[in-house]
């Protein structure tokens, strides 16, 4: 492998690292085993085709290293999930020192590229060595503009044979003689190559890695290796990093019969009912039932449902605030055989009605609060208040298993919400499952916190009524503003929030509660280490899953917070990303497959979508019994913890984010925006980094000042009263056809875009550019999201106390300079939101 002249410090090789990320081997290993003794392992690769690595050696050390350096990239490519990969290499002689000096090999593995072109290199593209400075510390470049950053924490080091001092064949087999692994090395491949012999070793140290999860980074390893010499034209997406070894382990992880329940989810509740009537099962803020007091109910509005035509299959929406009165209809529709469809009574009268169209819904039913707002639609809306159960007879509908219980609607990349449609025996099996692992039972006293269009308040509502347990409800106004008052009142011992929420609740000020989980969005160190004293729940799933899909049950202040756990009456596999016939290794990063009795239906009115998202007759899935396997692709990335088969999650392979636990596609809210005649381009992010992180972020360009989309660099902002009236009518058109959490709190109008030469937006670029914005750029942003009143405001003008106090206040949530905030301007134009209100 050819190496660059120079020092590592001047342009040339900066030019090269320039755009590189890090590139981080993960740590396979336990936490627990990361706070043990740290020791050096060493184990031998068996090779799979050794004499074909000696002939490929024989034309020249050239073509060995790169091959060896192609192989471990495609490694790290495997286990990094990144197209653009860096690791420390060396080539030394026999008596020559490991760990002197070395290079920074920077491989570039582009799925087009065939294994012979990376491999001979001929346009000297593909791999690139820079001179590593060695009085810096390993892994960091040394380059001024990267010093700070840990670019790498892998090695290769290939030894070959000089005039003097030749090993004897015990030496070149010996596993010892190397130097010390770096304390920031996590893996060095050593390989051995004199009087024609190769052998490689894999040096790791003990609190990374377990032996057996070296041995499946080693088989990684050779599989390519092999590849690469059996067939050199393949590209490499082509490459299955996939061996016997791994399946092995993969299949004892899923080798758990999966079980469906052929029951409705009323007929379970029934088996509550006759167990334990008396015992409590709604505890709302306007009034309590007992598990016979909310059986009879429901089944006196389900009569009067079913008088209206509401049978299998017919979709019922339900529009409620917090109120004892959404359990009763949602249970009464199920009863009636018809699916219920959660509305929140928020969103603006146009989506809902467009949803209501969607739906072909002739019937919606409401609280008393809602029925003349919503009485203007296109169906029949039925108040459901103590009145309306009052004048009702008793009876109910026979629905069957495989009819809809519900539908929840998600963000759509389309523009249109997409409906997922969750039979009865898929939640039943699912809530089977899930219940145990949520510790929801018969003496959980679960707290109703999540929105009703939010899949999550099915866990808190259904779950424990087939399980026993007592559902809390606490009002609209209680819920945003005094949960920890609601959760000692109404004695909550089992709460599901988001990790953003929590952070609102110190853990002192509810010692009545338990159990917590956390989902919707990916935990932190902090949330470990403030809630771990209590039984803390990592929960993951997603709506087609019928809600809960795995879970980390036993959370404890050694565990990892991206180790959301294992399957629950599932099973999961991990596929590359771009290619779903192929699982990738234990540890590597892939997408998400789910199987199992708990997947949704379909999308409703759907089929394509439908089709892409539930697949079958994948060529690693054998049938069983003659029927086809059907799996979920999830679109989040994870990785297995080869040690014990748990899942780390490791993000989303799409536009799709997790913002305070809703699912949002941020193609639907682009969709809208592009649909503005202003509008000439336009792209929503949600920097992961940077001023903007956790923000959504609005990027574009108005039509009337298009400037040069090829070359804009770098990219400008336009002038404050050129944009600022686009951006309120933007808003206030996002505002009535999109939830609120859904608009963006940040907009960026720029002169122009830059473009590939496809003529496609480079979106790569304009992330990289907003993840870079400083923190005075990212101030003259925010500080601009003013109302026309603020132009009027003088610059003389003083707040009032309480002004003062709110500005203050404003300031500290918002990280913002108290004297740059106006006294006009809203809460909202400055980047806050409903959970830093």
Not at 132 to 158: C, M
Not at 187 to 198: E, L, P, Y
Not at 524 to 539: E, K, P
Not at 769 to 777: A, N, T
Request: proline share 6%; hydrophobic share 40%; charged share 20%.
């Amino acid at each position: 492998m050819a190496t660059k002249t120079g020092s590592a410090t001047n342009a040339t090789d900066q030019t090269h690292l320039a755009g590189l990320t890090p590139c981080i081997f993960p740590r396979l290993g336990p936490k627990s085993q990361h706070h043990r003794t740290k020791r050096p392992m060493t184990a031998r690769i068996v090779l799979q085709e050794p004499r074909k690595l000696q002939e490929l050696a024989k034309s020249g050390s050239s073509a060995l290293s790169n091959a060896l350096a192609f192989a471990w990239a495609m490694v790290l490519r495997c286990y990094t999930d990144s197209e653009d990969v860096c690791f420390a290499y060396q080539e030394t002689g026999s008596g020559a020192a490991i760990g002197g000096d070395m290079s920074i090999a920077r491989v570039k593995v582009h799925d087009d590229t065939t294994l012979t072109e990376l491999v001979e290199d001929k346009k000297g593209e593909c791999i690139i060595s820079i001179p590593y400075r060695t009085d810096v510390p390993f892994g960091k470049a040394g380059a001024a503009k990267v010093a700070e950053k840990l670019l790498f924490n892998t090695a290769l080091v290939l030894r070959t044979p000089t005039n003097v001092g030749m090993p004897t064949e015990a030496a070149i087999n010996s596993r010892q003689g190397s130097t010390m692994l770096p304390e920031q090395c996590r893996i060095r491949v050593v390989a051995k190559h004199f009087n024609g012999m190769i052998t490689i070793f894999l040096e790791w140290w003990s609190s990374e890695m377990t032996m057996d999860q070296s041995m499946d980074v080693a088989s990684t390893f050779d599989k390519i290796l092999t590849t690469t010499l059996n067939s050199p034209q393949v590209r490499v997406e082509e490459v299955d990093f996939f061996t016997d070894r791994h399946l092995k382990r993969v299949l004892s992880w899923n080798s758990k019969p999966l079980e469906r329940i052929d029951k409705c989810i009323h007929e379970v509740f029934h088996e509550q009912v006759r167990q334990r009537g008396n015992h409590e099962a709604i505890h709302a803020w306007d009034g309590r039932f007992t598990y016979a007091e909310f059986d009879e109910v429901t089944s006196r509005l389900a009569n009067r449902l079913i008088q209206m035509g509401v049978g299998p299959e017919v979709r019922v929406p339900c529009c409620f605030e917090k109120s004892k009165w959404y359990p009763v209809a949602i249970f009464a529709v199920m009863k009636a055989g018809g699916a219920f469809v959660p509305f929140d009574p928020s969103h603006p009268i146009p989506r809902l009605q467009s949803l209501i169209q969607k739906l072909g819904a002739h019937i919606l039913l409401c609280s008393a609060n809602h029925a003349d707002r919503l009485s203007e639609g296109i169906c029949t809306v039925t108040p459901v208040d103590q009145g309306l159960i009052n004048r009702l007879p008793q009876l109910s509908g026979p629905p069957t298993a495989d009819n809809a219980a519900y539908l929840i609607f998600t963000s759509g990349s389309t523009g249109e919400p997409k409906g997922t449609v969750i039979e009865h025996a898929s939640y039943v099996s699912g809530a089977d499952a899930h219940a145990p692992a949520l510790a929801i039972s018969e003496n959980s006293r679960a707290l109703n916190f999540a929105a009703h269009t939010f899949d999550a308040s099915l866990v808190e509502i259904l779950t424990p009524l087939l399980v026993g347990g007592t559902v809390c409800i606490p009002s609209e106004e209680d819920r945003m503003n005094d949960i920890v008052g609601v959760i000692n009142r109404m004695r909550v011992n089992l709460a599901t929030l988001t990790p953003s929420f929590i952070n609102f609740i110190p853990p002192a000020e509810v010692p009545g509660l338990k159990s917590l989980v956390l989902a919707g969005e990916a935990m932190s160190q902090s949330h470990v280490d403030a809630w771990s004293h209590i039984n803390l729940i990592n929960g993951y799933g997603p709506t087609e899953s019928s809600v809960c899909a795995v879970t980390n049950s036993h959370m404890t202040a050694d565990s990892e917070p991206t180790d959301i756990g294992f399957p629950i009456g599932l099973h999961c596999w991990v596929v590359n990303p771009r290619d779903h016939n192929r699982l990738v290794p234990p540890g590597c990063v892939g997408e998400l497959l789910l199987e199992g009795p708990s997947l949704a239906r379909e999308y409703l009115n759907n089929p394509e979508k439908t089709e892409d998202a539930f697949i079958c007759d994948l060529a690693w899935a054998k049938s069983v019994n003659g029927k086809p396997r059907r799996f979920y692709k999830t679109g989040d990335l994870v990785r297995y913890n080869s040690f014990e088969g748990s899942l780390n999650y490791a993000g989303r392979k799409d536009t799709q984010i997790k913002f305070h636990g809703q699912r949002i596609e941020l193609g639907e809210i682009e969709h809208h925006i592009v649909a503005d005649p202003n509008v000439s381009h336009g792209l929503v992010l949600f920097p992961k980094k940077g001023c903007c992180k956790g923000r959504i972020v609005a990027v574009f360009t108005l039509s009337c000042l298009v400037g040069d989309l090829m070359n804009p660099t770098p990219l400008k902002l336009v002038s404050h009263s050129q944009k600022n009236a686009a951006v309120k009518e933007m808003r206030q058109r996002l505002a009535a056809n999109l939830p609120s959490y859904m608009v963006p709190t940040m907009w960026l109008c720029v002169e122009a875009f830059p473009m590939l030469s496809s003529r496609k937006l480079d979106r790569k670029a304009i992330s990289t550019w907003v993840d870079e914005i400083d923190g005075e750029l990212f101030l003259q942003v925010a500080m601009s999201g003013k109302d026309d009143d603020d132009e009027h405001e003088t610059e003389g003008t003083k707040p009032n106390e309480v002004e003062d106090k709110l500005r203050r206040v404003w300031a500290r949530v918002l990280n913002l300079p108290g004297n740059r905030i106006g006294l006009n301007q809203s809460f909202l134009s400055l980047g806050g939101d409903s959970l830093r209100r």
